[in-house]
């Protein structure tokens, strides 16, 4: 435990004071108290100044040696101005708390970034404009997530692929077509939603092209659900 979350902990207790209570009390945000308690984030000297009045206040000897102690706070100027020391070591501890914090932030963004794919599977399917019917999609790809083999897909007839959309989501994709297609379309779809073999709904932006002349309806699936798990 850090001096910071020892302090305010310590307060708390000694005054029988919820988080809200001394977040009331110090005129700060309720979620301040509890990062500062959880070592989530360090006070700023403003904080401590009005922490250091209501321990005095309260006549908390304890958590006032403490803070006499650890941060060298004294009254001079009317309770306004507080040791050079202290605000020293505040600034080099804020320095060390934002080089943390840009690190772990770093880490995330390389993870994020690193290797990650424009798509994870696709697929091609022939379209009859005449019956307005899919043949079987040819899949290929990382389809892992689905729980599928890509074999097993390739062999979906197009009414049981599309039986495995949300309705919702189903809804949004028959919504997207037109009574008369044009030569070429393009279309992106976010946020549909696609079952896998164990029941679950995966999210997938989907991309899609069409070409009339050529009968064949691409899509891209890009896996949404990989994004928020590898950073869980």
């Known amino acids: 435990m850090n001096k910071y979350s020892r302090l305010f902990k310590m307060v708390r207790m000694e005054l029988r004071f919820t988080q809200k209570d001394l977040a009331d009390q110090l005129q700060i945000n309720v ?71 840009i690190n772990r932030l770093t880490k995330i963004v390389e993870n994020y970034t690193t290797d990650k794919p424009a798509f994870h599977f696709k697929t091609k399917a022939k379209y009859n404009q005449k019956t307005n019917t899919f043949g079987k999609s040819e899949v290929t790809g990382d389809v892992s997530m689905t729980g599928y083999t890509k074999e097993y897909l390739s062999n979906l007839k197009a009414d049981e692929w599309f039986s495995m959309y949300h309705p919702e989501s189903a809804n949004v994709l028959v919504k997207s077509v037109p009574n008369k297609l044009p030569d070429y379309t393009h279309n992106m779809f976010n946020n549909i939603l696609w079952k896998s073999k164990v029941g679950k709904y995966r999210v997938y932006n989907i991309e899609t092209y069409f070409d009339k002349n050529e009968g064949i309806v691409r899509s891209y699936y890009y896996w949404v659900n990989g994004d928020i798990e590898a950073k869980s």
């Open 31 to 101: 979620g301040s108290v509890y990062k500062y308690e959880n070592e989530k984030m360090m006070p700023g000297a403003r904080v401590l100044e009005k922490m250091y009045k209501l321990c005095k206040s309260k006549n908390l000897s304890e958590p006032l040696g403490l803070l006499d102690q650890q941060y060298n706070i004294h009254q001079r100027k009317g309770d306004s101005d507080m040791d050079y020391r202290y605000l020293s070591d505040l600034q080099k501890e804020k320095i060390q708390h934002q080089e943390d914090e």
